[in-house]
């Protein structure tokens, strides 16, 4: 698994027995963690996040390091270079809904949550045990698990969801909501200094201490409640503990020098400088502040709401390479990232600024400008993928801003994972058409005037001989040894940053609750058979509408579900990892392309015993039962037949067969074996035996008997 330093050491943390190498830390997990970073230190360890300034705008710590030995430096970069690591094949980041699970691995990558988001995460701690939780006094076998959601501190819970619903908790965290109400108990923990272990893990888990406190760390301490089996599955939709991915403020340590504070904002310029400085380890201007304030500036959106101009809510996680994170975070405010003469980085965000710099044809040592032609990958309008609160925060696409409905239908689809606002994906929707629909696009070399271009976003070219005279919008800008400058930019109108919400953006897309599929759509009429050596065969009748289905399968007794998929027009489907002789329960459930999924039936769930082997053995050769004193001897040889594998002998006092209740021997008798069993310590009477050969499965053959023995 490809894993960064930084990653690997914070992965350590989200295991059972490991948490952040404190003072409370016991000490053999402290001296792991010091071997750790001690075989990883120097300069070899910090290179990848602490490049110096010039080389921080390079494509990759190994590329700038490469590009700086032949004396070309990337200065600045703006959405036209940032745009292409936005769409697909390029875009590398997960989506939300990827986030939406808690999951156990060995070794994970670190996350940083931004603003308002919301997910699931991988598992610090799971266990079961039986015991009285100290509060709520709920008694009981638990399932306890402890997902981690931040490696950081964050400020606090909005939403709790498990498994996709939307629950409420009382003050002691336990679940309100029916049906969940009273099976879970929810404990959030946010990363503080001061962050203690759980009461209850301690008090479930001899092997859990005081210094299991997840300091550093944010997530949630919860525990499921075993419930009825009538219920289970109405509580426990999954087969298990449901999946813990709330609503949640993100990162608590958020810097502001506007007023000398830090703590949770969703202010894009704020995070971004944060990212810049904290994470990037790069000097930063002295911008920032200002930049701030435009964030904060209010816009309306198409229903006459108002809210802040720039805002981030999203992830990003050590397993995005440094391009899909400067990316999603430059692009969610369109943001201008340079590389300033004093080596500290700033930025710009999205907004017109009248350029102060001008370049005529002196200034170019080579040009090359083109008007914009129109082909096949030319968008006729542009719908970012968002995050939408309307659809429980994960990915939807947004209303289409169109650019030329008179072209070949063509919507390009930016993924805009850390915007949160139909109103901001609609502003930066405009911005991207636009600058895909620029009059002009220029490539050139300039003189000792690139020193004055460096930090400017906008430049007005006037070049004479061709009658041009435009502002155009810098995407890239290198430096190169000579003392020269590559720039790339394309051409912009103010407008293109203006934005009017009444008239502009595009009506969002709804979303309406999942209701069931009609009854007609639902797979119906499972049945299961055994097949012999091979296990149960689960078959069905399709719905109408759905495009597939979903088995789950579990022995009876047990409260975990077992879960296939299958696809659309399969209608049978073979379970082979049986236990012979047990009952298992099957339900099945419809799948839709476009419909909901339907619930599961049948209930009560589908019942089988299992079988290995459903072949009867042969008759048996050779049956007799011989009196004698206070015992009988019954006799017999095993046919020459594989499934020959024991024998059952029955006894009554009545001449009549007794059933289960007669039962006095099941006896091991393999193929072709002759065998005597004796009777014993029996009273004088008259008694009747009976013998039958059963195979391995418990499936008999032809009973012999009834045999009468005088006993005296």
């Given amino acids: 698994m490809k894993c960064s330093t930084r990653a690997a050491v914070l992965a350590l943390t989200f295991t059972t027995a490991i948490v952040p190498p404190k003072t409370a830390t016991a000490a053999p997990v402290a001296a792991f963690f010091s071997g750790v970073v001690a075989a990883i230190s120097g300069a070899g360890f910090f290179s990848g996040a602490y490049l110096s300034g010039a080389y921080f705008l390079g494509y990759s710590a190994t590329t700038a390091i490469a590009g700086s030995l032949v004396g070309r430096v990337l200065l600045s970069v703006g959405l036209n270079y940032l745009v292409t690591a936005l769409t697909r094949p390029n875009f590398e980041a997960p989506r939300p809904s990827a986030r939406m699970a808690n999951y156990a691995q060995p070794v994970v990558y670190a996350e940083w949550c931004f603003g308002r988001v919301r997910k699931g995460g991988p598992l610090g701690f799971t266990g079961a045990a039986k015991n009285d939780d100290i509060v709520t006094g709920r008694s009981g076998w638990k399932r306890h698990y402890s997902p981690i959601l931040a490696a950081h501190p964050i400020s606090g819970i909005v939403q709790h969801y498990l498994d996709e619903r939307l629950v409420e908790v009382d003050a002691d965290g336990t679940v309100t909501t029916e049906p969940m109400d009273g099976y879970y108990r929810i404990r959030p923990f946010y990363g503080a200094s001061d962050q203690v272990a759980d009461a209850e893990l301690v008090n479930a888990f001899d092997e859990i201490t005081s210094a299991h406190d997840f300091k550093g760390l944010s997530g949630a301490h919860i525990w499921a409640r075993r419930p009825p089996a009538e219920d289970f599955t109405e509580i426990y939709p999954n087969g298990r503990e449901g999946a813990y991915t709330p609503v949640f403020d993100g990162h608590s340590q958020i810097y502001d020098p506007r007023d000398d504070t830090t703590g949770f904002t969703r202010n894009a310029a704020l995070i971004l400088a944060y990212w810049l400085g904290e994470l990037m380890g790069q000097p930063l201007f002295d911008g920032i502040a200002d930049e701030a304030d435009v964030c904060d500036q209010i816009v309306t959106d198409r229903d006459g709401e108002t809210q802040p101009?720039?805002?981030?809510?999203?992830?990003?996680?050590?397993?995005?390479?440094?391009?899909?994170?400067?990316?999603?975070?430059?692009?969610?405010?369109?943001?201008?990232?340079?590389?300033?003469?004093?080596?500290?980085?700033?930025?710009?965000?999205?907004?017109?600024?009248?350029?102060?710099?001008?370049?005529?044809?002196?200034?170019?040592?080579?040009?090359?400008?083109t008007e914009t032609r129109y082909g096949s990958d030319t968008p006729s309008a542009v719908a970012g993928i968002y995050i939408s609160p309307d659809n429980a925060w994960r990915e939807a696409p947004s209303g289409e801003y169109v650019i030329d409905n008179t072209i070949r239908r063509n919507v390009e689809q930016p993924e805009l994972l850390m915007v949160s606002s139909h109103n901001q994906a609609s502003r930066l929707n405009k911005r991207i058409g636009r600058m895909k629909h620029a009059k002009y696009r220029l490539s050139g070399s300039l003189n000792l005037v690139g020193y004055r271009v460096v930090g400017q976003r906008f430049v007005r070219v006037q070049l004479a001989a061709l009658g041009i005279d435009e502002v155009f919008e810098v995407g890239e800008l290198w430096r190169n040894a000579n003392h020269t400058f590559d720039l790339s930019a394309v051409s912009v109108e103010e407008d293109d940053f203006a934005f009017d919400a009444a008239q502009e953006e595009p009506e969002p897309p709804e979303f309406g609750d999942v209701a069931p599929a009609p009854a007609e759509d639902e797979p119906s009429g499972l049945a299961a058979t055994v097949i012999s050596g091979v296990g149960i065969q689960y078959t069905w009748v399709p719905g109408e509408e759905v495009s597939g289905a979903r088995l789950r399968i579990r022995k009876k007794g047990d409260t975990e579900w077992q879960f296939f998929k299958v696809d659309n027009g399969q209608t049978v489907f073979v379970f082979t990892a049986i236990e012979d002789g047990e009952i298992y329960e099957a339900q099945i459930q419809g799948t839709g392309f476009l419909s909901p999924l339907t619930g599961w039936a049948p209930e009560p769930p589908l019942e089988i015993t299992a079988l290995e082997n459903t072949e009867p053995p042969d008759d048996l050769v050779d049956a007799d039962v011989t009196a004698g004193i206070g015992e009988a001897v019954i006799t017999w040889q095993g046919a020459n037949d594989s499934n020959q594998h024991s024998v059952d002998i029955y006894r009554s006092t009545v001449l009549a067969f007794p059933g289960a209740g007669g039962l006095i021997e099941r006896v091991v008798s393999g193929a072709n074996m002759p065998v005597e069993y004796t009777d014993s310590g029996l009273a004088p009477d008259t008694y009747y035996y009976w013998i039958e050969p059963v195979n391995q499965s418990g499936i008999a053959g032809t009973r012999e008997g009834a045999f009468t023995a005088v006993v005296t």
């Fill in 309 to 369: 101009r720039w805002r981030i809510d999203g992830t990003i996680s050590d397993d995005m390479d440094f391009e899909a994170q400067r990316a999603q975070l430059a692009a969610a405010c369109d943001a201008f990232i340079f590389e300033g003469p004093d080596g500290k980085v700033g930025f710009r965000v999205g907004r017109y600024i009248e350029p102060t710099v001008t370049l005529t044809d002196a200034d170019f040592l080579s040009l090359e400008l």
